[in-house]
């Protein structure tokens, strides 16, 4: 991921705004490029896009880069004198879905609000960023209205789950990355199961338990050699991941999770420990792609 930009997407929302000092401050931190993405293009269809072609879109353009250069201005002045190696703006006349998922192939990071202006919510959810967690190729952090400090210059911890799988490595990498980053701790939540521990009555949980706290700490175990200054905390319950990982959101700063974990189908796009945070969490979450 060295030199990859983080990509943000801004149209002008308050969410928007916020994501966009997110995602300044994860490039600064990083020393990596940050690319402002805009789009004015339709993203209802074919017949739209005919019934566009008929007006002038040059309003849409220049409204549009008005929105870019409020936002680089923006990023200036906060960031002035931090190091971020370059601040460029890129206008599409493709929708943003599609711009910003075909971006993501060359990213670091796509960081996104979690509803934008005259986006159609389904739940707390944008479509733009409800897209983007399915379909992009790199992580997709989604960040909610907050103020500027909340989050970013908090030492509150930062919480990823972890399933015992390969397919939670690339999150449990982040989630250290960024609490060094940040000089705060790392809760890390195991759930045994993803379901409700009435489908499972004879299990002895305490020898279970006891298990399943060796698996996590073996799963940790390289990255807390890796990230020495690291504080771990270690919390294994017996199910219900997503409600767990919710609770622990409630006083993070952060969370990581991986798209789809254990018995999750190469195909899904996302898991329904994923899928529940994106609508139930308020602090910054960030969904990793799973190994192959």
Known sequence: MAGQPIIVGVDGSPSSGSALRWAANEAAQHHVPLHIVNSCGDARGYAAAVAEAAFDRAPLQEAARKVLSRAKTDVD?????????????????????PTLIDLSRS????????????A???????SVSTAVARHAHCPVAI????????????KKPVVVGVDGTRNSEPAIEIAFDEAS?????????????????FEYPSINWPATAMTEEVSLAESLAGWSEKFPDVAVHRIVVKDRPAR????????????????????GFAGLLLGSTSQALLHSVTCPLIITRGTA
Request: aromatic residues 4%; contains cysteine; charged residues 20%.
């Open 77 to 97: 002045a906060h960031f002035a004198g931090r190091h971020i190696p370059e601040v460029k703006t890129i206008l599409s006349d493709d929708p943003a879905e």
């Open 107 to 118: 990213a670091r990071m796509l960081v996104v609000g979690s509803g934008g202006l005259g």
């Open 120 to 126: 159609f919510k389904r739940g707390l959810m944008g």
């Open 143 to 154: 960040i909610h209205e907050q103020d500027d400090d909340e989050f970013v210059a908090s």
């Open 181 to 197: 980053h940040r000089g705060c701790d790392l809760v890390a939540v195991h759930a045994w199961a993803d379901t409700s521990d």
């Open 244 to 263: 767990n990982l919710a609770e622990q959101a409630s006083g993070a700063s952060l969370v990581v999770v991986g798209s789809h974990g254990r018995g």
